[in-house]
């Protein structure tokens, strides 16, 4: 087999490595003690301060010139961001962490289908991944609705879909790095947060968290998942970063305590499986240069 170049293993490394990075912050949202939009806040405007302090430090004179070329990408992959964002947040306040990281972990294949509509293809493989996934999803609804957390996963959803559309925008815009949208993303959260938020004085105790998930933890991971899969094919940042998916409940479960129930691990295994099985079949494809 043909060497891999060291490109491939650098985009490997780095996109492994912000999935590693990201796993616990659900968890670690899960331990704030604050009002949900105080906490909200800063945990925007750190990461957006972060992100505009890497773009200003690693473009410098280019920046201008590579947000003005973003065009209407720049503020529609804001917004999708923002939303993706606020649903995260609202789907761990009334969900468990691994229905919300499962549901969410299907982002790609909604992604795959919404590409369809500007003129990708779609393999056989991605509708039959899509109709296991959507099993999947029922069976944690199900679950959902009995346990009244019907709107956490409603929430989860929308966050995977506007995930999905910010991976479609980045591949209309695939020439450019969609980075700056992140930071103006954070933004728009944090000023959304002001106006919900009935102080913006933390708990004390949630300072040491809020400072490291906001100016460390997302914006790392956030800038490795975007610099990774430049160097790499769409289905292996696919299986990637279901690394986060599989870590993810297991922080909530040692920290938190919070153990999934059977109709979750039911639901979660039918989508990570459809995905993996989707991943390493597209792996395989890219591979041999056919189409599945």
């Not at 209407?72 to 804001?78: E, F, R």
């Not at 919300?100 to 919404?114: E, K, R």
């Not at 998916?245 to 129930?261: K, N």
Request: contains cysteine; aromatic residues 10%; proline residues 4%.
């Amino acid at each position: 087999m043909k060497a891999r170049p060291r490109s491939y293993w650098i985009g490997f490394a780095l996109t492994a490595l912000g999935a590693v990075i990201l796993s616990p912050d659900a968890t670690l949202f899960k331990l704030i003690q604050s009002d949900l939009w105080t906490a909200v806040f800063w945990r925007a405007l750190f990461l957006s301060i972060a992100v505009w302090a890497w773009l200003i430090l690693t473009r410098r004179h280019d920046l201008t010139s590579e947000v003005k070329r973003l065009g209407w990408a720049l503020p529609a992959g804001a917004l999708c961001w923002a939303i993706s964002n606020l649903g995260f947040i609202f789907a761990l306040k009334h969900t468990t962490v691994a229905d919300t990281l499962a549901i969410i972990a299907t982002a790609p294949i909604f992604a795959a289908i919404f590409g369809s509509l500007v003129g990708e293809r779609i393999a056989i493989r991605t509708w039959l991944a899509a109709l296991t996934i959507a099993l999947g999803i029922a069976i944690i609804f199900e679950a959902s609705f009995e346990a009244k957390t019907m709107m956490g996963a409603l929430a989860a959803l929308a966050t995977a879909i506007s995930v999905a559309l910010f991976f479609v925008i980045g591949r209309l815009k695939r020439d450019q790095d969609l980075t700056p949208a992140l930071g103006l993303s954070a933004g728009l959260t944090a000023l959304f947060a002001i106006f919900m938020a009935d102080t913006l004085m933390p708990v004390t105790a949630d300072w040491p968290n809020l400072v490291f998930v906001g100016l460390f933890l997302l914006p790392v991971s956030l800038i490795l998942i975007t610099l990774g899969p430049r160097r790499l094919p769409a289905a292996e940042v696919g299986l990637l970063m279901l690394l986060e998916t599989a870590l993810g409940p297991i922080w909530a479960w040692t920290v938190l305590g919070e153990i999934p129930s059977e109709t979750t691990i039911l639901g979660g295994t039918l989508i990570v499986g459809a995905l993996g099985a989707h991943g390493i079949a597209a792996w395989k494809s890219q591979n041999n240069n056919i189409c599945l």
